[in-house]
């Protein structure tokens, strides 16, 4: 069955940068899109950011727009996170997303913090 296992969150003061890993499984990683997705406190799941299944086309939500870098290696079935400037707004748990699948994984937590 598709699984899907984040990594790389913590906290990070403001401006500072993180790296979240997902690695995926039980599917054929190379074939479809992947997204980032994140749920601060009190509000709603956001979509974050979406790369296509090689990787060539990449969409990002405004508000990280310029700050986050969203890539994928197929041959290790993982797709990362970059996150720069951050700031206290991205605090939140962030999870990786296979559209095709409505597949989950079980989130990292990022906390942006002084």
């Known amino acids: 069955q598709v699984q899907l296992v984040e990594s790389g969150g913590g906290l990070v003061q403001p401006g500072g940068s993180l790296r979240l890993s997902c690695a995926a499984s039980?599917?054929?990683?190379?074939?479809?899109?992947m997204r980032w997705c994140r749920q601060a406190p009190g509000k709603e799941r956001e979509l974050v950011a979406h790369?296509?299944?090689?990787?060539?086309?990449?969409m990002y939500a405004d508000s990280v727009k310029g700050r986050f870098i969203i890539s994928r290696d197929n041959a290790k079935n993982t797709v990362y996170l970059q996150m720069n400037s951050l700031k206290t707004e991205d605090t939140g748990v962030y999870y990786c997303?296979?559209?095709?699948?409505?597949?989950w994984g079980q989130g990292t937590q990022v906390t942006v913090s002084s």
């Open positions: 997303y296979v559209p095709t699948f409505n597949s």
């Open positions: 039980g599917f054929a990683f190379s074939y479809y899109g």
């Open positions: 790369i296509s299944n090689i990787g060539g086309s990449t």
